[in-house]
């Protein structure tokens, strides 16, 4: 299974990095959203369990993983900046639907409050509109740690946090992820989390109330950080919510195991195109050489 792979200029400003995972059977294309300074590697997974039902397209913000060696890096880029981008994404590959995953989720929703033609219906994983206290402690540690560029708590803090229900090789490939990100990566890790604490949030939430297509909300039953109560409030937002419960998962989901990747794949299949009876589960894999990371 090897993608298309384009580096596209958006906007005459960024270079991105996209992977196009063709299915000449499929119908439909989804468009991935990572969390932040994730890469394309982040859905591994993911990818297995979306095709060949469906056309997939990945990518790389301008500042991580495969696009950062074609842009300048001269300046920090905001939530909305990242929804810009995610628009004429959607635009050229035709995008029929969207996926997110944690903090992947603001630009998302910033996006889909254009009313993107094209984009029938939205799942944002893993995701909430409430800082509680286990994320606000999380997001403050995390200011400081990456203001001293100090790669071994940033590293150590995501595994126990966030992380902490993920299998061991993902807990290394995330610490490994992790301590090789350039300071400017780190610098715009920063910006997003001084953003978000204050209360940069609620313009997502505000523009979200111009969403009309169905969304699905999935979070897992274990996540502390966005848990299944807090993100229910996004029905107060979003018109056309719909809501999923992994039970016996955390914040990364499908990477957590067989059954959270099963359940989460169920749920997200199911939304986007039911599943005819009788359709034999597809195995879970450790996909080689990947990493969690996400904010």
């Not at 944002?124 to 509680?132: A, D, G, H, L, R």
């Not at 590293?155 to 126990?160: A, H, K």
């Not at 715009?188 to 169905?214: K, S, Y």
Request: proline share 4%.
């Amino acid at each position: 299974m090897r993608p298309e792979i384009a580096v596209l200029d958006i906007q005459g400003q960024y270079r991105v990095y996209t992977e196009f995972y063709r299915a000449e059977a499929a119908e439909k294309t989804i468009i991935l959203i990572n969390g932040s300074l994730a890469t394309t590697a982040s859905f591994a997974q993911t990818v297995r369990n979306l095709h060949p039902q469906f056309n997939v397209v990945l990518y790389d913000q301008p500042y991580a993983g495969k696009s950062k060696a074609h842009n300048s890096q001269q300046r920090l880029i905001s939530k909305e900046e990242e929804a810009l981008i995610l628009l004429e994404l959607i635009e050229r590959f035709s995008c029929d639907h969207v996926m997110s995953f944690s903090w992947g989720g603001a630009c998302t929703l910033l996006a889909l409050a254009h009313q993107p033609r094209q984009v029938k219906t939205a799942v944002v994983s893993s995701f909430s509109p409430v800082i509680n206290a286990p994320m606000r402690d999380y997001l403050e540690r995390g200011c400081q740690y990456l203001a001293a560029c100090d790669r071994y708590q940033v590293g150590n803090l995501v595994n126990d946090t966030i992380g902490k229900h993920l299998p061991s090789l993902f807990k290394r490939f995330n610490y490994r992820h992790v301590s090789s990100l350039d300071s400017h990566e780190y610098a715009q890790m920063h910006f997003h989390i001084e953003q978000v604490l204050q209360r940069d949030l609620e313009r997502a939430l505000t523009g979200a109330r111009n969403i009309a297509i169905p969304v699905l909300f999935v979070n897992g039953e274990r996540d502390e950080y966005t848990t299944v109560e807090d993100a229910r409030q996004f029905g107060k937002h979003v018109g056309n919510s719909q809501f999923s419960v992994i039970r016996n998962a955390g914040h990364f989901l499908d990477m957590e195991g067989k059954s959270a990747c099963d359940a989460t794949r169920d749920a997200v299949l199911g939304f986007l195109k039911p599943a005819p009876r009788g359709q034999r589960k597809r195995a879970y894999h450790y996909p080689q050489g990947n990493h969690a990371m996400a904010l």
